[in-house]
Structures are given as C-alpha cells and as structure tokens.
C-alpha cells in the first residue's frame, strides 16, 4: 500500500474499467462531469472512516451504475487539488456490466486506449491508463485470523481458542473487504476456531461455507520431526497448486507462522518465486494474489485499518460498522450465540 499523504491530504480512490472491443482491442471507461465540464477516470473521495477499498467500489457504483470487482492495483496518483494535496488510490477493473451516467455524472463514454489517452483533461491520469494490462485475474486472497486474544489466558485447546470482541467485530468488516475482490468465492481454512469464524462472515453472505484443511494449521514449535515439516510444506504446495487449476477466486485463512510458506506455495504455483521481502500480516490483514491465466499477475497487502494521515479521518469501530450493511445483521445474531 502506498506510504499516507501529507497534512490535510483528501484521499479518494477509483477504478480504470476496461472490457474487450468487438475489433478485438480493448476500451477504456472515461467519465464526464458537467459541473467541471471535465472526463476523467471513475473515481471519488474518502467518506469518513471509510476503508479505501469500499470507497473504489462505492464510487465507481455511484459514477457509472457498474458494481466494480477490483483487480491488480494501479499507481496512485498525487496532485493538489484546489490548493490541498489529493491522494487517489486506483484498480484494474475487468468491466461485464452496462455503463451509466448517475450521481453527478451526465455521460459516459468506452474508448480506445489510446484515445482515452487523449481525451483524459487532466495529465495525472495517463499514467493510470499507460501501467494498465488488459487481463482477466482470479484472486487468491491469504488472509491472517482476526483478533483471538493471548493464547496464554486461554485455559482450553489452543485449536478452540475463539475470536475476542474486537475479532468477531473485525471479521464482519473483513467480510466486506473481501468481497471487493471476490463476491463469492470457495473458502479454506486451518481447523483452528479463529480462523474458521474469521471467514465465515464472509462464506455467509453469499451462502458458501468454509472448508477446514489440515494443511493450514499452524506448524509445531517443537517436537516436529525434519520429515513433518516437508510433509506440511507438500502440502501447502499440492494445496496451491490445485487453488490455481480450479481458475475460481479463493480465500484461505490462515496463521502468522504459515503465512510466509503459504505465500511462497502460491507464488509457486503461478510460476514465479515470492520477491516480498517481508510477508507478514497484521490479524485481520490479506495478501491478494492475482492470477491471470495461471502465471502471476500481482501481489497486494491490505490491513483492515489504514495507517491514516496527519489531518484526515482516523477509521474505527464506529465508523467500520457504519458501512457493513446487511453482513453485519445476519452474522450478528450469529457472533452474540
């Protein structure tokens, strides 16, 4: 993720929405707004609290009448806006759905990259549209259990030890993170209690389930023999590998100690070795893997909460449950049981 603007910055995010052309090539969506008689890529301003990601979604949804799935991120771009810095956070997204003018939007118009290009009014843009590669993705989303407390005040099995407070409430704003990239998706576990219910908000809004797999569990920290842990390892790379195969979008949730193998697993199974230099996870935080014809696409980082910037809005509970919707309700009653 990129590093936080400076004092007083306005964060906004958006998409660059493309889809094949009958000739073959491919177009881009550029919005106009009549109010600065400008075209542009979709894109909007930050609510308070709001994670960067919903904020893509809700504004390209708003802008084009387009309910975005996010691919590979694009570059950030910078400028002063009105005298104030302006951060905007951009995504590759694969479009199938009819574009609309809404919201303060009164046309729209698919053009060749090229042209798009040229009819963009603002030169910040273009490099958003130059760093786009035109390719569909499946996602492969690894993500760290949520809150669970300290294993120590745990008195049961460490296999049973549930998500406190804070993680049953960070699963519910998960759940909607996750859908930005994978509206549905087959969902895979270790059998250990927090990370089964870390995703299973997420199963349940679109009435999947969660499949416990051995592989995931966390690995011994003593007593594991040499040939244990090249069995797990196995695993974790059979496990990936047919992830891939299968071509659909995947969530598998997992633990801070596997994190690194589980990343090296998946990167190898789309052909390439992992370069990330550090591959932990924050509890509740995913690495999005994107697939493209089974080779890798991409590689992001995502924490439930964004370090925020000196003079913008700080994201909290309060704020988080606000855009939860109908995840909340119906996991609500489920996480009070």
């Known amino acids: 993720m990129t590093e936080p603007a400076d004092v007083g910055a306005i964060l906004a995010a958006g998409a660059a929405l493309w889809r094949h052309a009958g000739d073959g090539g491919v177009e881009v969506l550029l919005v106009h707004r009549p109010k600065y008689d400008d075209w542009s890529l979709p894109k909007g301003k930050r609510e308070p609290g709001e994670h960067v990601l919903l904020t893509a979604v809700r504004e390209v949804l708003e802008e084009t009448s387009v309910r975005p799935v996010l691919g590979p991120r694009l570059p950030t771009v910078e400028y002063l806006s009105w005298g104030r810095p302006k951060q905007v956070s951009y995504w590759s997204v694969c479009s199938v759905g009819q574009a609309a003018p809404s919201n303060e939007i009164d046309e729209v118009s698919w053009l060749p990259l090229a042209q798009a290009r040229q009819q963009l009014s603002y030169t910040h843009d273009a490099p958003v549209i130059s760093a786009l590669q035109p390719r569909e993705t499946v996602p492969l989303i690894l993500v760290r259990h949520a809150s669970a407390g300290r294993k120590g005040d745990w008195p049961g099995d460490d296999e049973a030890r549930p998500l406190d407070q804070q993680g049953a409430i960070d699963a519910l704003v998960l759940a909607r993170l996750l859908a930005c990239f994978a509206p549905s998706a087959r969902v895979i576990s270790s ?17 999947g389930s969660v499949e416990a797999e051995a592989a995931l569990a966390p690995p011994g920290r003593s007593g594991v023999s040499p040939s244990s842990r090249t069995s797990r390892g196995d695993s974790l790379r059979h496990l990936f590998r047919d992830l891939v195969a299968g071509g659909r979008p995947a969530v598998v949730c997992l633990h801070r100690e596997n994190i ?4 090296a697993a998946a990167c190898s199974a789309l052909g390439a070795p992992s370069a990330v230099r550090d591959p932990s996870l924050p509890k509740g935080g995913f690495w999005v893997v994107h697939a493209a014809g089974g080779r890798l696409a991409g590689a992001e980082r995502y924490e439930l909460r964004e370090p925020a910037a000196k003079g913008t809005e700080r994201y909290d509970v309060s704020d988080a449950l606000r855009f939860l919707g109908p995840v909340a309700c119906s996991f609500g009653a489920t996480a009070a049981a």
Not at 191 to 207: N, Q
Not at 260 to 263: H, M, N, Q, T, V
Request: aromatic share 10%.
């Open 260 to 263: 690194p193998e589980a990343l």
């Open 191 to 207: 059998p250990a209690l927090r990370c089964t219910d870390t995703v299973r908000p997420f199963a349940a809004s679109f009435g």
